[in-house]
């Protein structure tokens, strides 16, 4: 897993009280919300975290994204707060 894949993670497990749209996510870790999208589609493949449209998209724009952590998202982050600030042990950002 890339550091920002890790931050953006973290910061849905902050922010883990529901389903959170992309700008949301990229406010709290501080990252471009030009690769948060890449990152994020990253974490869903790994089943990390989940996507779905919201529920009731303005006739404006599109509908935005609502993005979750799942159990296994959640599990990841227990393990890195287990294994302190440094987190790389087990977290396989060594492969």
Known sequence: M???ERL??????RLDGGPTYGL???KDAQVRRTLLYVWLARLVERGLV???DEKRPTARRAPRKLYSLTDAGRA???EWSRWGAQGTRGTGMCR
């Open 76 to 78: 990841q982050l227990a």
């Open 2 to 4: 890339l550091p920002d």
């Open 50 to 52: 989940t996507s779905e």
């Open 24 to 26: 949301d996510i990229a």
């Open 8 to 13: 953006v993670l973290e910061a849905l497990g």
